[in-house]
Nanobody
Framework: QVQLVESGGGLVQAGGSLRLSCAASGRTVSRYGMGWFRQAPGKEREFVAAIARTGDSTYYADSVKGRFTISRDSTKNTVYLQMNSLKPGDTAVYYC?????????????????WGQGTQVTVSS
């Protein structure tokens, strides 16, 4: 199975940018569909972005479309989430996830493996 470790979170002002990284070990990320989710205090975990196992398809939540970009570097076995034009509403713990099989890209239950999360705080 794969182990996932997120990094790159922090405190940023509104309008700023951050790049989150999800380093995988144990298995190559190209074996999995990979996703990013986030969870704000008192709210359910929500889908942010995903990239197919083949790397040729990406999916985004409407709330981040045009601002966030998911990508994958198989040579580094790492998935990235580039976040631009950040808003206070983007504040949350961001989680990287991997899934073995198909299903709905947008729901957490479709993913088998999870990282521990990284905090992103956007100040106004």
């Amino acid at each position: 199975q794969v182990q996932l470790v997120e990094s790159g979170g922090g405190l940023v002002q509104a309008g700023g940018s951050l790049r989150l990284s999800c380093a995988a070990s144990g298995r190559t990320v190209s074996r999995y569909g990979m996703g990013w989710f986030r969870q704000a205090p008192g709210k359910e975990r929500e889908f942010v972005a995903a990239i197919a196992r083949t790397g040729d398809s990406t999916y985004y939540a409407d709330s981040v479309k045009g601002r966030f970009t998911i990508s994958r570097d198989s040579t580094k076995n790492t998935v990235y989430l580039q976040m631009n034009s950040l808003k206070p509403g983007d504040t949350a713990v961001y989680y990287c996830a991997a899934r073995d099989y198909g299903g709905n890209w947008y729901v957490p239950s479709s993913y088998n493996y999870w990282g521990q999360g990284t905090q992103v705080t956007v100040s106004s």
